[in-house]
Structure formats: C-alpha cells, structure tokens
C-alpha cells in the first residue's frame, strides 16, 4: 500500500515519513529526559579525554533506532535481516552502556550482524570480494562509534549521509522507493536527535545509537549496491568525512603501538575542538564539507565509468588536502604550547 502511495505522489510520502520519523524521535527522546529515564539508562561521565565537562545522557539510540526498525519493517520490508540486526546491536550495545562488555563481546556482534546480512543477500562478485566489501561494513559499524565524541557531528553525519541515500534512491538513475523511504526516515530520525544533541548537547548517541547506525551505514550501502541503485563507491564518498578520519586516526595510532579501542582526543573533529573551533563551529564545518561529498556523488550518478572515477578521486584529493589542514594547524598549536612550557 506504501509503495502504491508513493509511486502516485512520491514527494508527499517521502515528505510524510519525514516528518512522522523526526517527530516520533524528538517526542521519544524528550520524554526520558523530562521523566529523568534518560539518566538511569546510561550515563556519560567525562574524564581526562572527553571535550565535555558535565554527565549526559548517551541514549539517543533509544529515539533513532526503534524509529528506523519500524521504517525498516514497513517501508522496506525485503530488508527485515537489516532491522532484526539492528534490533540486536542496539540490543548489545545498550547493555555495553549501562555495563561495559569485554572488546572481543562487542566486536563478536558486529561480526555476526554484518555476516549474517552478505551471507543473506551475496553480490554476484568473487568471494574474496565480497569479504572485503564485509570487511569494510564491520569498520564502519566501529568508526561510527570512535566518531561519536562532539556535539552534533555523529547526528549530523547520519542525517547528510543517509540523505545522500535518499536522494540517489528516490531521484537517482536506478531509483528504489523501498530503499529511499528507509533511508528518509533514518536521516529525519537523526534530525530528531539533533534537536537535543548540538551544541549544548543534552543528550549524546551512545553505543546503543552509534554501532546500529554505523551498521545502517553499511548495510544501506551494501543493499544499494547489490540492488543496483548506485555504484560500489557511492557509499564509500557520502560518508568519506568519517571514513578517513576514523581510519587515519587508528592507522596513526596502531603505528605508535597503541590500543586503538581506549579513548583519546586525536581525531581530526577533536582537535578541531581542541584548536579553538568549538563544538557548534567544528559540526557546522563538517556538515558543509560532507554535503558538498554528497553532491558531488550524487551527480556522478549520471556520469559515465570513467567520470565516476574521476570524481571519486578528486573528491579524495580534496578530502587529503582538508586534513593537511587540519595537521598543520595542529602543529603550530602544540609547537606554541610547547614553546610557552
């Protein structure tokens, strides 16, 4: 009935699931901070490492996911795998929040869910191929949760990025309604939390929102690419921004030695907060930068093979050239500091 609805007025459906998945959200997520059920579900206390001074509620997977699962089940309903594994992670995670489990527990989940989902639904490529494209799903449940550390950037990255998807789903050159309504009501779930999580942030994701958008992330993209709605790089460039600093940031920190999972202030958003930019400054700098990403991608939709690829590497360019910026302000920030010490 859904999908009868929308081929007659695409616009208005699209438009309602949004409204009734930012809507749903905002009004979960408000009632467990006015009921004070927010703080006995999890609670964020700063430390030495956090950019925040005061405890948080880390609950706003409690808002996005039922709203996306429900999407998920009734938009989408040949992708009831990807809502029940999202229902499992969130499941995981929440428990990871108010109790903590051991790394190996954790990382065990995402491997399930993200095997469970390709086992499922095989691309007609190599094996050796298909495990890699696993392999970059599972770094992408993982680096969701690494880039959930400022006011309104892992919220924001999911509403522009699973936007992105939107778009290339509703008007792109193989569109899929199923996919694209999903992919809205992810996106306008975000929103909903945005409302309570830029700066100042009353409330944060926590491991039960990250990890299951982390895998939406990669579980869209794959269901994208297997069904033909865009390339095997599409996903990959609308979420490029986090991709590369998440990935950077281990590759540097693996080099030193160090535990890649403990906490830290290394990644190029903190030390953007770190360098004077503010939470709200460091957020709004990343929205622009991934949306012109999206753009871009979503534009090299329509362009030849050999025009695709040309995008995607200057969009890589560009990517590079952005945290060599980053880095160089950086140094002269800790050349100064140690300057005056």
Not at 117 to 143: D, E, I, K, S, T
Not at 187 to 213: K, Q
Request: net charge positive.
């Amino acid at each position: 009935m859904l999908h009868s609805y929308f081929e007659a007025s695409p616009l208005l459906t699209a438009s309602a699931v949004a409204v009734l998945a930012f809507a749903a959200c905002a009004l979960i997520l408000r009632t467990l901070i006015r009921t004070g059920l927010a703080w006995r579900l999890a609670t964020d206390i700063p430390n030495e490492r956090s950019l925040h001074e005061r405890p948080t509620p880390r609950v706003g997977g409690w808002g996005i996911v039922p709203v996306a699962v429900i999407a998920l089940f009734v938009a989408a309903p040949s992708m009831w795998l990807v809502a029940a594994c999202a229902i499992f992670l969130a499941a995981v995670s929440q428990i990871d929040d108010r109790r903590g489990l051991p790394a190996r527990v954790r990382f065990a989940a995402h491997i399930v869910a993200v095997a469970l989902v390709v086992v499922a639904h095989p691309a007609g490529v190599p094996w050796w191929a298909l495990a890699f494209v696993g392999f970059l799903m599972l770094w992408l449940v993982n680096l969701y949760n690494f880039m959930d550390g400022s006011d309104g950037l892992a919220g924001g990255m999911a509403l522009f990025g699973f936007g992105g998807y939107a778009l290339a789903a509703l008007a792109g050159p193989a569109p899929q309604a199923d996919l694209g309504l999903a992919s809205v009501a992810i996106a306008a779930a975000a929103a909903g939390f945005l409302t309570l999580n830029f700066h100042p942030a009353r409330i944060f994701l926590g491991d039960a929102g990250s990890i299951p958008l982390g895998f939406l992330a990669g579980a869209l993209g794959y269901w994208g690419w297997q069904r033909g709605a865009w390339p095997v790089w599409f996903p990959a460039m609308v979420f490029s921004p986090f991709i590369v600093d998440a990935t950077v940031t281990l590759l540097r920190r693996l080099a030193r030695g160090e535990k890649f999972w403990q906490a830290h202030r290394e990644h190029y958003y903190q030390r953007m907060v770190r360098l004077g930019m503010g939470h709200a400054r460091t957020a709004l700098t990343w929205y622009l930068f991934m949306l012109a990403g999206i753009m871009l991608a979503n534009w090299a939709l329509w362009f030849s093979f050999t025009g695709q690829w040309a995008a995607v590497a200057g969009w890589a360019v560009a990517v590079v050239a952005a945290g060599a910026v980053v880095d160089a302000h950086w140094r002269r920030h800790e050349t100064r500091h140690s300057g005056q010490s």
